[in-house]
């Protein structure tokens, strides 16, 4: 098996691509689907509260989710190993939407205001060609001088601890479960060899599930009394189904709700990327660069939100996929989306995945959320990011406070529309600015070239050619 580092060269899997069978890629595909799947059917079926039931569709959301990951991986030429599930950044902006009652939405019903929260969807995504095209026109060496190691790194320790919370609230439905899940993928991941150490994902979800099939069957319910596993909704379901389409229309007062939350969402974008880069240790970040997985970003978001569906987003849960997988072929996200859109036309086969525990699915996110944070430490670690010097102790310390602080971001308004900024927006923010501001900037470019690759920040081939010389 093999991993090297490299500088905009296709992505080198753990197992080479020739080497790989069908199957195990099959099998590899699975695995990101299974990741992916929870949080993104999570987002339509809460905004269906939202809209009272005539909301957004769990098909139509899949079927997006899968064509916005193959559009971006296809204008990122297929080297970024990244899934695209639906966005929770937008929840807010939803809900907003849905209690609009002023102008032309004071006689309207929920479900005639939801194509004016897609149509805002669309524009927030079109929103990201203006970033990408200052990082094309200004360059992406300058512009990433001001987010050096110190800045990324408790940014990508924000994201996996962010999402820290939602793993614990689904093991709390039922912990021994949770546990167990969690166990299984701890014990492949260390001890297994060969395909079993690749998916121990995979694994873990499987034989969790078989063992919450055996517990309810001896009689164990969830903490709360409900049953481990409901499978009503599988009956009633059709074998065949057309995802329905609700076509996006337009409104300044919808567009200024949600419009603005792009800005949360392209600094999360970056952070995003540079995690998958140190992840992975490529450099995403000038090749195929900023621009473009910024371009693919915005318009699976503007394309999803124009046939009904909700905005797109580069996902963690699968981010945490590779680094435990250790297996980083886009072709095998690319598997994924596949697998994503045939589940969008076959109703009865996503209630079947549907049915998976929410313990299950927390128990895999305490370790795949875990992962995520530990990257960012190992940039730090890596890129011998001094914390000794107050400067960088105060950047680094400004960015976990305000990142893992604000839990509901920040809300003001802006000609009577409420605009609310994550709090992980919030975080690059912060670090940007005091970054740029404080005297005595210490990090150089190249001084620490294995620790510039993983953070998909070097730009100095010579460096990158003696590394892969070495391996």
Same mark, same amino acid.
């Given at each position: 098996m093999e991993n090297k580092v490299n500088s905009g060269a296709s992505v080198k899997p753990t197992i080479g691509i020739s080497k790989m069978s069908s199957s195990q890629k099959t099998i590899l595909g699975l695995q990101h689907m299974f990741a992916?799947?929870?949080a993104t059917v999570l987002v339509p079926i809460l905004v269906n509260g939202y809209f009272h039931g005539e909301g957004l569709s769990v098909q139509t959301t899949l079927v997006c989710a899968g064509v916005g990951t193959l559009l971006f991986h296809a204008i990122t030429k297929g080297n970024v190993p990244a899934f695209l599930g639906s966005s929770f950044a937008f929840l807010g902006g939803f809900a907003a939407i849905a209690e609009l009652s002023q102008g032309r939405f004071s006689n309207m019903s929920y479900g005639e205001k939801l194509p004016y929260a897609c149509g805002g969807i669309v524009v927030a995504g079109l929103l990201y060609f203006i970033l990408a095209a200052l990082f094309k026109a200004v360059g992406v060496k300058k512009v990433m001088r001001f987010l050096p190691p110190v800045v990324t790194g408790p940014m990508i320790i924000c994201i996996g !601890?962010?999402? *820290? %919370?939602? +793993? $614990? &609230?689904?093991?709390?439905?039922?912990?021994?479960?949770?546990?167990?899940?969690?166990?299984?993928?701890?014990?492949c991941n260390i001890w297994g060899k060969g395909m079993i150490k690749i998916i121990p994902i995979l694994i873990g979800v499987v034989a969790s599930y078989l063992i919450a099939l055996a517990m309810q069957a001896?009689?164990?319910?969830?903490?709360?009394?409900?049953?481990?596993?409901?499978?009503?909704?599988?009956?009633?379901?059709?074998?065949?189904?057309?995802?329905?389409?609700?076509?996006?229309?337009?409104?300044?007062?919808?567009? !200024?709700?949600? *419009? %603005?939350? +792009? $800005? &949360?969402?392209?600094?999360?974008?970056i952070g995003d990327i540079s995690a998958i880069s140190a992840t992975v240790g490529e450099n995403f970040v000038e090749k195929p660069g900023l621009h473009r997985t910024l371009i693919g970003?915005?318009?699976?978001?503007?394309?999803?939100?124009?046939v009904g569906g909700p905005a797109n987003t580069t996902y963690g849960e699968n981010t945490g996929v590779l680094a435990l997988s250790k297996v980083y072929d886009p072709a095998v996200i690319r598997l994924a989306a596949c697998y994503a859109i045939v589940l969008g036309f076959?109703?009865?086969?996503?209630?079947?995945?549907?049915?998976?525990?929410? &313990?299950?699915?927390?128990?895999?996110?305490?370790?795949?959320?875990?992962?995520?944070?530990?990257?960012?430490?190992?940039?730090l670690v890596e890129n011998h990011v001094d914390l000794t010097i107050p400067r960088n102790l105060v950047v680094l310390a400004a960015i976990m406070v305000v990142g893992l602080g604000f839990t509901s971001g920040v809300t003001f308004t802006v000609g009577g529309t409420p605009i609310t900024l994550t709090s992980l927006a919030l975080a690059a923010?912060?670090?940007?600015?005091?970054?740029?501001?404080?005297?005595?900037?210490?990090?150089?470019?190249?001084?620490?070239?294995?620790?510039?690759?993983?953070?998909?920040?070097?730009?100095?081939d010579e460096i990158i050619k003696k590394m892969h010389d070495q391996e």
């Amino acid at each position: 098996m093999e991993n090297k580092v490299n500088s905009g060269a296709s992505v080198k899997p753990t197992i080479g691509i020739s080497k790989m069978s069908s199957s195990q890629k099959t099998i590899l595909g699975l695995q990101h689907m299974f990741a992916m799947f929870g949080a993104t059917v999570l987002v339509p079926i809460l905004v269906n509260g939202y809209f009272h039931g005539e909301g957004l569709s769990v098909q139509t959301t899949l079927v997006c989710a899968g064509v916005g990951t193959l559009l971006f991986h296809a204008i990122t030429k297929g080297n970024v190993p990244a899934f695209l599930g639906s966005s929770f950044a937008f929840l807010g902006g939803f809900a907003a939407i849905a209690e609009l009652s002023q102008g032309r939405f004071s006689n309207m019903s929920y479900g005639e205001k939801l194509p004016y929260a897609c149509g805002g969807i669309v524009v927030a995504g079109l929103l990201y060609f203006i970033l990408a095209a200052l990082f094309k026109a200004v360059g992406v060496k300058k512009v990433m001088r001001f987010l050096p190691p110190v800045v990324t790194g408790p940014m990508i320790i924000c994201i996996g !601890l962010n999402l *820290a %919370p939602s +793993a $614990i &609230a689904n093991c709390s439905v039922n912990w021994p479960l949770a546990l167990i899940a969690a166990g299984i993928v701890v014990v492949c991941n260390i001890w297994g060899k060969g395909m079993i150490k690749i998916i121990p994902i995979l694994i873990g979800v499987v034989a969790s599930y078989l063992i919450a099939l055996a517990m309810q069957a001896m009689g164990f319910t969830n903490a709360d009394g409900s049953a481990i596993i409901d499978a009503a909704a599988i009956g009633s379901s059709s074998w065949f189904g057309l995802p329905p389409i609700m076509f996006a229309k337009f409104d300044i007062s919808a567009i !200024l709700v949600m *419009a %603005p939350i +792009a $800005i &949360a969402t392209m600094m999360e974008h970056i952070g995003d990327i540079s995690a998958i880069s140190a992840t992975v240790g490529e450099n995403f970040v000038e090749k195929p660069g900023l621009h473009r997985t910024l371009i693919g970003d915005g318009l699976a978001t503007a394309l999803a939100g124009f046939v009904g569906g909700p905005a797109n987003t580069t996902y963690g849960e699968n981010t945490g996929v590779l680094a435990l997988s250790k297996v980083y072929d886009p072709a095998v996200i690319r598997l994924a989306a596949c697998y994503a859109i045939v589940l969008g036309f076959i109703p009865k086969l996503s209630s079947v995945f549907g049915t998976m525990p929410t &313990a299950i699915i927390g128990g895999i996110s305490l370790v795949l959320y875990g992962m995520i944070s530990a990257i960012g430490i190992r940039n730090l670690v890596e890129n011998h990011v001094d914390l000794t010097i107050p400067r960088n102790l105060v950047v680094l310390a400004a960015i976990m406070v305000v990142g893992l602080g604000f839990t509901s971001g920040v809300t003001f308004t802006v000609g009577g529309t409420p605009i609310t900024l994550t709090s992980l927006a919030l975080a690059a923010i912060v670090g940007i600015v005091l970054n740029a501001l404080f005297p005595g900037k210490d990090y150089d470019f190249g001084a620490h070239p294995e620790g510039d690759v993983n953070n998909g920040v070097s730009f100095n081939d010579e460096i990158i050619k003696k590394m892969h010389d070495q391996e």
